[in-house]
């Protein structure tokens, strides 16, 4: 197992920012790529973003690219997702995962975090 616990989310105003971060209980959250997943009401959860185990690579959803940054700090078995221009539409409950290819699929990724509100006003 693999425990991750998010940071509590917020609210925030439309074309603010916010920096969520997911820690890993783990002495081995370096071997791990890691992603971001967010889910809104009423709908499946979408990919976000996902780093790979060295950050040499990273993913972006179209929707998000360009606003949002994922990066690691492995010595803090930690993965940030720092988003910026917020949208009312970026509202949902935010998850990271943990899994050994940073792809976008969710069924790439074996341990989830229980997830974090991020509501955006307008």
């Known amino acids: 197992q693999v425990p991750l616990i998010e940071s509590v989310g917020g609210l925030v105003q439309a074309g603010g920012s916010l920096r969520l971060s997911c820690a890993a209980s783990?002495?081995?959250?370096?071997?791990?790529?890691m992603a971001w997943f967010r889910q809104a009401p009423g709908k499946e959860r979408e990919f976000v973003a996902s780093?790979?185990?060295?950050?040499?690579?990273?993913l972006y959803a179209d929707s998000v690219r360009g606003r949002f940054t994922i990066f690691r700090d492995d010595p803090k078995n930690t993965v940030y997702l720092q988003m910026s221009s917020l949208k009312p539409e970026d509202t949902a409950v935010y998850y990271c995962?943990?899994?050994?290819?940073?792809?976008?699929?969710?069924?790439?990724?074996?341990?989830w975090g229980q997830g974090t509100q991020v509501t955006v006003s307008s």
């Open positions: 995962a943990a899994g050994p290819n940073p792809r976008p699929e969710m069924n790439e990724y074996d341990y």
């Open positions: 783990t002495r081995t959250f370096r071997n791990f790529a």
């Open positions: 780093i790979s185990w060295n950050s040499a690579n990273t």
